[in-house]
C-alpha cells in the first residue's frame, strides 16, 4: 500500500510528457475516438437492423462470437499484421485503435438494435397511424424509447475500450496502461499497483458520467415506475 | 501449421492451465452468487446495492484487478491464485444479477403452491425455486465463461503462462502464427465451455425440451 | 361518407383476408365492425387509412379516392385509436396528444391548449399532464390514446379494439363515455370490436364479418337483434335477442302508479302506517331520489341504511322497454320504479304492463 502512496504522492509522476495527467488525457483520447467512431458505425446499423427487422441472426451470432475473441491476441495480431505496412507513428495506435473500435462495435450494435426492437409495437403502430413518415416514426419515437438500451450499449463498450486500451501499453502506447506495463518491466511494483488504481477509478469515474447523461438524456417515462419511490406515492387510487 | 504441429505438448499444458484458470473461477463465482441472488431476490431492498456493488467491482478493468488483488491477497505479483480471484470476483458480479432475475421470474403460483403444500423455504429452494432458474442463471453463467476465457489470456502480461503468453511469446518474437494459434485455442475451449454449460443446463431442465417450448 | 367498393386484400401466401367488401359508412355515425377472429375486421379498419394497403377495389372518403393521397397526409387527417391506447412512453400525456397538431405544424401554444382542454373532454383531471403513461392506469391510458386522436380534431376515427384492454366495469364507463362525446362530436366513426354487446350499444350501423371478410349483414343493432340473416349471425348475436332486442324500444306510454314512501329516518310506525298492509315500500332520501326497498313488518326502530334492499334497478322515463321490465323484475315487489332525468322518482310500472307493451310495440320487430 504504501508503495502506492509514495508513487501517487510524488508530484514529478503526475507531470511532464510521461506524468499522470498525460497519460490519463492519452487513456480518455483512445478511448473517447474509438467509442465515437463504433457509435458512429453501431449504432446507424444497430437502429437499422431493429427498425427494418432485417439481420437479427447476424447481431446476436457477433455479440455472441465476439466476446469468444481473445482481445489481447487480437491487439498482437493487428500490430503485427497491420503495423509494417503504416509505419510510422500510425504503425501501433491504427491496428489499436482499429482493433479496439471492432471490439466497441458489437455491444453498441446490440443496444441500438436491441432498443428498437423492444419498443412497443403498439406505439409504433400508432406512430404511423397518425401518419408519421417512417423516418419521424424512427427519430420521433423509436430512439428516444430506445435509448436506454443504446446506453447500456455504449456503457458496455466504454468499459470494454477503457480495459483494452489499458493493454494497448504492451504494443508500445501510451494511456495508463504504461506505468503497469512499465512498472512490471523495471519491477516498481508501487508503480504498477499506482496504474492500476487509477485505470479503476477511471473506469469507474466514465461509468458514472455516462450513466449521468443517461439520466438526463431518457425520458422519464422510461424509468420503471417501482424505481420511482416518490412518483409512486403521487399515484391516486381512480378507478379509470 | 508447422509451428502448431511442432508445439503441441507446449499447446496441450497451456490450454490446461487456461481452462483451469477460467473454470475454478466459474464454480467459486456461482457458489457465491447463488446465496448473495437469493438474498438480493429475498429481500428486495438488498438488491440496488447488491447489483450495484458488485456492478461496481465489473467495471475495473481486467489487467488492472490482476495487479491489484496482490494488495487484498498478500500474494505475489505472479501468483495464479491472483488471477482466480479477480475471476471469481467478475464471475460473481456478473451472476449476482443473473441469478436474482433468476429467481425472480419463478412464477409467483408455482411458490405459493409449493409453500401451501408444506414445502419449507430451505426445500422449497432447492427443489422448486433454483431448478426453475436453472434455464437464466446458465445463460448468465455462458456469458460468464465465455468472457473469463478472453480475460485470462491477459494475465499473460504479468507473467503468468497459459494459452496468452502464447500472444506474448508470439508479439515479442515478431511472430504471428503462435498468436493465431493461441487465438483459436482460446475460441475452442470458450466454445466448448459453452456448450459444456448448455448441455448441462439441459439435461437438469428435461421439462423445457419436451411438450410446448417455452 | 367513407365507401369501400369491392375492397380485397389478399396475402401474397395467398390468403384472403378482405374478399370484394362493398360498404358505406355515413358521415357522422358510428359503423362497427364485429365477427369472429380471422373475419378481416381489422384488416378493413387499416386499409381505409392505408396501413395496410388492399389488393383491389377501392375506399374513397368523401367521395376522394384514398390511393390518390399520399399515406402520412391521408393519416394526419383521421384519428387513430388502438387497443391499449398505443401512447409514446417516453412522452407526458400532455405531449401524447400534442403529437398530431404538432406534426401538422400548430404553434404550441395553440396545441397546447387544445390537448388540455381535450383532457378534460376525455374525462382526465388536468394534473394528469404531465405524468407519463407508466404512472396511468389501463383506463385512463385509453383516454388519452381518444384525446390523441381527436387532437386535430379529424372528420373520421378509426379505432380498432380501443377499450378491450381494460376490465369490464372501466369498459362500461368508457363506453358510455364514447357514447356522450359521440352525440357531442358526430365523428364519422369505424370501430372494430370482437364484442357483439359492445358492436350493438355503440353502433349506428353494425357490420357482422364472417371469416374471410365477406359481409354476412349490415343493419342498426335493434333490427340485427330483431332479424338477423342466417344462423351465423343469430350464433354471433348470441342468446337473450329477444331481451337484448327490447333494449333499443323506447317506452313511452308505460302506466305508471303512485308510489307511497317514506323518507331515510322515519318511524317504523310512519312506514307500517305508509304501507298500509303492502310487504315492501320504498324509501327515497332528502332530494326524493328512490334509495331501496324496505320490509315494514321487518323495522324496529327509524328506517335506516341498513335496513334498505337495494336489489332493484331504476328505469328512467322514457327509457327503454328492456329498463323497464329490468326495473320491474330486479325489485323484490315486483313494482319497477321509475326515475325522472334528475333521478327524482317519477312512479312504478308493473311487469305484467310493460308485457302488454311490448306485445303492442311495433317497433320491437320491424
Same mark, same amino acid.
Given at each position: ?14 507531470? @511532464? ?24 458505425? @453501431? ?9 427494418? @427487422? ?128 512499465? @512498472? ?57 | ?95 449476482? %444479477? ?110 423445457? %425440451? ?5 | 361518407?367513407?365507401? !369501400? ?20 359508412? #355515413? ?8 365477427? #369472429? ?7 378493413? !379498419? ?12 377501392? /375506399? ?10 399520399? #399515406? ?21 400525456? !400532455?405531449?401524447? /396528444? ?85 352525440? +357531442? ?12 354487446? +359492445? ?56 302506466? /305508471?302508479?303512485? +308510489? ?43 328506517? +335506516? #341504511? ?61
Amino acid at each position: 500500500m504504501s508503495l502506492i502512496w509514495a508513487w501517487l504522492a510524488d508530484p514529478a509522476n503526475w507531470t @511532464g510528457s510521461d506524468g499522470i495527467l498525460v497519460r490519463t488525457v492519452e487513456h480518455l483520447g483512445y478511448a473517447g475516438l474509438t467509442l465515437l467512431l463504433s457509435a458512429l458505425i @453501431g449504432i446507424p446499423l444497430g437502429l437499422w437492423i431493429g427498425h427494418t @427487422g432485417r439481420g437479427r441472426l447476424v447481431v446476436v451470432n457477433l455479440v455472441n462470437g465476439m466476446r469468444s475473441v481473445p482481445t489481447l491476441g487480437l491487439l498482437f495480431v493487428a500490430v503485427l499484421v497491420l503495423g509494417p505496412r503504416l509505419g510510422g507513428d500510425l504503425a501501433f495506435l491504427a491496428p489499436a485503435i482499429i482493433v479496439l473500435v471492432i471490439l466497441a462495435i458489437p455491444p453498441i450494435l446490440a443496444g441500438a438494435y436491441a432498443g428498437v426492437d423492444s419498443v412497443d409495437p403498439a406505439a409504433r403502430d400508432a406512430a404511423r397511424g397518425m401518419g408519421m413518415r417512417p423516418f419521424d416514426v424512427l427519430i420521433r419515437v423509436e430512439v428516444p424509447c430506445a435509448l436506454p438500451l443504446i446506453f447500456s450499449g455504449l456503457r458496455s463498450a466504454a468499459l470494454q475500450v477503457i480495459a483494452t486500451a489499458t493493454l494497448a501499453a504492451s504494443v508500445s502506447l501510451g494511456g495508463l496502461g504504461r506505468f503497469l506495463i512499465d @512498472g512490471q518491466a523495471y519491477r516498481d511494483y508501487g508503480q504498477m499497483a499506482g496504474g492500476a488504481l487509477l485505470v479503476a477509478v477511471l473506469a469507474v469515474l466514465v461509468d458514472l458520467v455516462f450513466a449521468a447523461v443517461q439520466r438526463a438524456a431518457v425520458s422519464p417515462g422510461l424509468v420503471p415506475t417501482t424505481s420511482r419511490r416518490s412518483i409512486r406515492k403521487r399515484l391516486v387510487p381512480d378507478p379509470a | 501449421m508447422t509451428w502448431f504441429l511442432g508445439h503441441l505438448p507446449q499447446l496441450g499444458s497451456l490450454l490446461l492451465t487456461h481452462a483451469v484458470l477460467a473454470v475454478i473461477p466459474l464454480l467459486v463465482g456461482l457458489a457465491v452468487a447463488l446465496p448473495l441472488g437469493w438474498l438480493a431476490q429475498r429481500y428486495r431492498w438488498l438488491r440496488a446495492p447488491l447489483v450495484a456493488g458488485t456492478g461496481l467491482l465489473y467495471t475495473i478493468p481486467s489487467l488492472a484487478l490482476f495487479v491489484l488483488m496482490p494488495l487484498v491477497l498478500g500474494t505475489g505479483i505472479l501468483d495464479p491464485i491472483n488471477v482466480v480471484i479477480a475471476l471469481s470476483v467478475y464471475t460473481v458480479a456478473l451472476l449476482v %444479477r443473473t441469478v436474482a432475475d433468476g429467481l425472480a421470474a419463478v412464477p409467483d403460483e408455482v411458490v405459493q403452491a409449493a409453500t401451501a403444500m408444506g414445502v419449507g423455504p430451505a426445500r422449497r429452494f432447492f427443489t422448486v425455486e433454483l431448478p426453475l432458474a436453472v434455464p437464466v442463471i446458465a445463460a448468465g453463467l455462458r456469458v460468464a465463461a465465455v468472457s473469463n476465457v478472453s480475460v485470462v489470456s491477459v494475465a499473460a502480461l504479468l507473467g503468468i503462462a497459459q494459452l496468452g503468453s502464447l500472444f506474448t511469446d508470439g508479439f515479442a518474437r515478431d511472430f504471428v502464427d503462435p498468436i493465431l494459434v493461441g487465438i483459436v485455442a482460446c475460441m475452442v475451449l470458450a466454445l466448448t465451455l459453452d456448450v459444456v454449460i448448455l448441455s448441462l443446463s439441459r439435461v437438469l431442465t428435461p421439462w423445457t %425440451r419436451r411438450g410446448r417450448t417455452a | 361518407m367513407i365507401n !369501400l367498393l369491392g375492397v380485397t386484400k389478399v396475402y401474397p401466401g395467398g390468403t384472403t383476408a378482405v374478399g370484394d367488401l362493398t360498404l358505406a359508412m #355515413p358521415t357522422g355515425q358510428t359503423t362497427v365492425l364485429v365477427g #369472429p377472429s380471422g373475419c378481416g375486421k381489422t384488416t378493413t !379498419l387499416r386499409m381505409i387509412n392505408r396501413m395496410i394497403e388492399p389488393t383491389g377495389g377501392r /375506399i374513397e372518403i368523401d367521395g376522394v379516392n384514398t390511393a390518390d393521397l399520399e #399515406p402520412g397526409e391521408l393519416r394526419r387527417g383521421i384519428g387513430y385509436v388502438i387497443q391499449g391506447g398505443g401512447l409514446f412512453p417516453h412522452r407526458t400525456v !400532455l405531449d401524447n /396528444i400534442m403529437t398530431v397538431p404538432l406534426l401538422l405544424g400548430w404553434d404550441r401554444r395553440r396545441a397546447k391548449s387544445v390537448a388540455t382542454e381535450l383532457m378534460e373532454r376525455v374525462g382526465l383531471t388536468a394534473s394528469l399532464a404531465r405524468r407519463y403513461p407508466n404512472e396511468l392506469s389501463g383506463g385512463q391510458q385509453q383516454r388519452v390514446g381518444v384525446a390523441r386522436a381527436l387532437a386535430a380534431d379529424p372528420p373520421v376515427m378509426l379505432m380498432d379494439e380501443p377499450f378491450s384492454a381494460v376490465d369490464p366495469v372501466v369498459r362500461e364507463q368508457l363506453q358510455d363515455e364514447f357514447l356522450r362525446l359521440q352525440a +357531442e362530436l358526430g365523428k364519422t366513426i369505424v370501430f372494430v370490436t370482437h364484442d357483439i354487446d +359492445e358492436a350493438i350499444k355503440l353502433g349506428d350501423q353494425v357490420a357482422v364479418l364472417r371469416v374471410g371478410g365477406a359481409l354476412a349483414q349490415l343493419a342498426a343493432p335493434a333490427e340485427l337483434l330483431a332479424d338477423p340473416a342466417d344462423d351465423f349471425v343469430a350464433d354471433f348475436l348470441g342468446h337473450d335477442r329477444g331481451y337484448r332486442g327490447l333494449g333499443f324500444a323506447a317506452a313511452p306510454a308505460l302506466p /305508471i302508479s303512485a +308510489e307511497p314512501v317514506v323518507a331515510l329516518g322515519a318511524s317504523a310506525e310512519d312506514a307500517r302506517r305508509v304501507a298500509a298492509g303492502a310487504s315492501w315500500l320504498l324509501v327515497v332520501d332528502d332530494a326524493s331520489a328512490p334509495v331501496g326497498w324496505v320490509r315494514p313488518s321487518a323495522l324496529s326502530g327509524r328506517v +335506516e #341504511p341498513s335496513d334498505l334492499h337495494r336489489g332493484g334497478t331504476l328505469a328512467r322515463l322514457g327509457g327503454t322497454l328492456r329498463a323497464a321490465l329490468d326495473a320491474a323484475l330486479s325489485a323484490p315487489s315486483r313494482r319497477g320504479v321509475l326515475v325522472d332525468d334528475d333521478g327524482r322518482l317519477v312512479g312504478t310500472v308493473r311487469a305484467a304492463d310493460v308485457l302488454a307493451e311490448i306485445e303492442r310495440e311495433p317497433g320491437v320487430r320491424p
